[in-house]
C-alpha cells in the first residue's frame, strides 16, 4: 500500500480527473484527500468473492431484494471516494445506470482485510461511512476469521449503535435482508482453497 501525498487535499473530481480506470490490478481510493494505493491478494480476492456471490444469490431468489455488486467507487464527500469490495443496495433505490461513476452510498458496504488498508477500513472509513449514512457495515477481518458488523438499530438512528463479532460457526444475518444467512466459516475456508 502506499498514500501518494499530494500538495493539498485533492477532491473527488481533481482525483476522476488524475486516476481513471486501469487495468493493472492497482486499486486506488480517495480518503481524506490522499490518494490511497492497495494491490489486493488473492485471500482478500476470494473472501470478497464468496460474500458477493452470497449477496448476488440472495437478491436473485426473490423479487424486492436489491442490488448487490462488487468493487464499485462511491462517494462519500468532497474529498472521499471509496471502494467497498461489496456492496448492496436495497430494493427501491434510484441508482444511476452501471456504467456511471461514482455510485451512490450503498446501504450496506462490506470491507475485507488488506494488510495494507486495514487501517483505513477500521478507522478514517468506518467513521466516514457512520457519518454518510450507511446502514451497515462489515468488517472482514482474515486474519482472525471473523466478520464485525456495525449496524443502525433503527434507519433514523444517528449512527451505528450495534456492533456484533461473528466467526466460525456463526452465521451472519441481517435485518436489511430477510432470509440471508452466510456461514462465516464457509466464508474463509473458502479463502484458504
Given at each position: ?5 499530494v ?16 487495468s493493472t ?30 449477496l ?15 468493487a ?33 452510498i450503498p ?15 477500521i478507522?478514517a ?11 451497515e ?6 486474519a482472525?476469521e ?14 451505528f ?14 435485518p ?17 482453497s
Open positions: 500500500m502506499s498514500v501518494v501525498p500538495a493539498q487535499r485533492m477532491t473527488v473530481e481533481e482525483y476522476a480527473e488524475r486516476y481513471p480506470e486501469t490490478g492497482e486499486r486506488t481510493e480517495l480518503i481524506d484527500g490522499e490518494v490511497v494505493v492497495s494491490h489486493p491478494r488473492a485471500l482478500h480476492q476470494d473472501v470478497s468473492l464468496e460474500i458477493a456471490i452470497a448476488r444469490e440472495w437478491t436473485r431468489a426473490a423479487a424486492d431484494r436489491g442490488y448487490a455488486v462488487q464499485i467507487d462511491v462517494r462519500l464527500g468532497d474529498h472521499d471516494a471509496y471502494c467497498p469490495d461489496v456492496l448492496w443496495y436495497r430494493p427501491g433505490r434510484d441508482l444511476p445506470p452501471r456504467d456511471a461513476w461514482p455510485f451512490p446501504d450496506l458496504a462490506v470491507e475485507v482485510r488488506s494488510p495494507s488498508t486495514w487501517r483505513f477500513d478507522g472509513k468506518k467513521t466516514r461511512y457512520e457519518q454518510a449514512g450507511v446502514a457495515l462489515w468488517l472482514v477481518d482474515t482472525s471473523e466478520i464485525i458488523v456495525f449496524r443502525r438499530s433503527t434507519p433514523s438512528a444517528d449512527g449503535d450495534v456492533s456484533l463479532q461473528d466467526a466460525a460457526g456463526d452465521t451472519l444475518t441481517s436489511l435482508l430477510p432470509g440471508f444467512g452466510l456461514a462465516v466459516g464457509h466464508v474463509f475456508v473458502a479463502g484458504r
